[in-house]
């Protein structure tokens, strides 16, 4: 199982991105997706999680500016991030908690490769 994060990048503050991040591989079932985040010197934090049945949950610093939606037919979830401010910079990581068809008595958290979100003043 992989999952592929895309969409970062560099933008001014006040712009938009939209992070992309794919799970594949020997998938029997997709729980929980969600992105975090993190700084030099900082610990990973939660930005934003969606369940099965799409219920989500966001951190305060970016609610109302962030929405996490999932395509349960594409084992996908997408971030989209407007009115970015500079303290949103960090590297962004998704993660999905899932039964792997390796071992279907298994939840199984799995992560993607960070992505690098660059907010300028």
């Known amino acids: 199982v992989q999952l592929q994060a895309s969409g970062g990048g560099l933008v001014q503050a006040g712009g938009s991105l939209r992070l992309s991040c794919a799970a594949s591989?020997?998938?029997?079932?997709?729980?929980?997706m969600g992105w975090y985040r993190q700084v030099p010197g900082k610990q990973r934090e939660l930005v934003a999680a969606?369940?099965?049945?799409?219920?989500?949950n966001y951190a305060s610093p970016v609610k109302g500016r962030f929405t996490i939606s999932r395509d349960n037919a594409k084992n996908t979830a997408y971030s989209q991030m407007n009115s970015l401010k500079p303290e949103d910079t960090a590297v962004y990581y998704c993660n999905a908690n899932l039964v792997s068809l390796r071992d279907v008595w298994k939840n199984i958290d799995y992560w993607g490769q960070g992505t690098q979100v660059t907010v300028s003043s």
């Open positions: 591989g020997s998938i029997d079932r997709m729980n929980g």
């Open positions: 969606i369940t099965s049945g799409g219920s989500t």
